[in-house]
């Protein structure tokens, strides 16, 4: 079992950054790939990005490359989402996730656990 912990999210002007912090705990994180979901209301959950065991590898939606940057801290059981220059289209529900392989993906169903999840809110 893998728990995550979401926090970071909150209320920000457009073109500024928060950084989304995922703690996990339980079985060795540091084996895990992770991910960074979102869903608007009204919209289904999309990825946003994703990131390998050893944090070598990352993938991105589109919309947000050279916006936003996932990285992990496996001494510290933790993945993050710098988000900058953001945009009234960010604001989301942000969850993290956890799949049981260490290999990157970009699809929801490939994950086995997940946070609560955060809110972020972009005010134009």
């Known amino acids: 079992q893998v728990q995550l912990v979401e926090s970071g999210g909150g209320l920000v002007q457009a073109g500024g950054s928060l950084r989304l912090s995922c703690a996990a705990s339980g079985r060795t994180f540091s084996t895990n790939a992770m991910g960074w979901f979102r869903q608007a209301p009204g919209k289904e959950r999309e990825f946003v990005a994703t990131?390998?065991?050893?944090?070598?590898?990352?993938y991105y939606l589109d919309s947000v490359k050279g916006r936003f940057t996932i990285s992990r801290d496996n001494t510290k059981n933790t993945v993050y989402l710098q988000m900058n220059s953001l945009k009234p289209e960010d604001t989301a529900v942000y969850f993290c996730a956890a799949r049981i392989f260490g290999t990157t993906n970009t699809v929801g169903s490939e994950y086995s656990y997940w946070g609560q999840g955060t809110q972020v809110t972009v005010a134009s």
């Open positions: 990131i390998n065991w050893s944090g070598g590898i990352t």
